[in-house]
């Protein structure tokens, strides 16, 4: 499956976004997909995953509350809609496929998008 993120920019604390993984193929509703980000400097990150029904979730400590990942197979398209944002949630934000429910290691996807930047000023 390719994976295409669109959605990022710059916001203010406190501001929301949503960000976008637009798939290839038809099989993607079999797949789990997820969300990391990676920030200057720093390693890759897990931020969320989603079930291929989108009935379960599972979500970063220092994002739950805040972030909520979704989706609809019938666009092929996963969603993390992105409230209160801080500073530190400034990165660069990856959408990924796997075929392993319940992962948040990135050398368990197989399949990457591009990446979205997302910078939230203070």
């Known amino acids: 499956v390719q994976l295409q993120a669109s959605g990022g920019g710059l916001v203010q604390a406190g501001g929301s976004l949503r960000l976008s993984c637009a798939a290839s193929?038809?099989?993607?509703?079999?797949?789990?997909m997820g969300w990391f980000r990676q920030a200057p400097g720093k390693g890759r990150e897990f931020v969320a995953a989603?079930?291929?029904?989108?009935?379960?979730?599972i979500y970063a400590e220092s994002v739950k509350g805040r972030f909520t990942i979704s989706r609809d197979n019938a666009k092929n398209t996963v969603y993390l809609q992105m409230n209160s944002l801080k500073p530190e949630d400034t990165a660069t934000y990856y959408c990924?496929?796997?075929?392993?429910?319940?992962?948040?290691?990135?050398?368990?996807?197989?399949?990457w998008g591009q990446g979205t930047l997302v910078t939230v000023s203070s």
């Open positions: 990924a496929a796997t075929t392993k429910w319940g992962r948040a290691e990135d050398y368990e996807y197989h399949s």
């Open positions: 989603i079930a291929w029904s989108g009935r379960s979730t």
């Open positions: 193929g038809r099989t993607f509703s079999s797949y789990y």
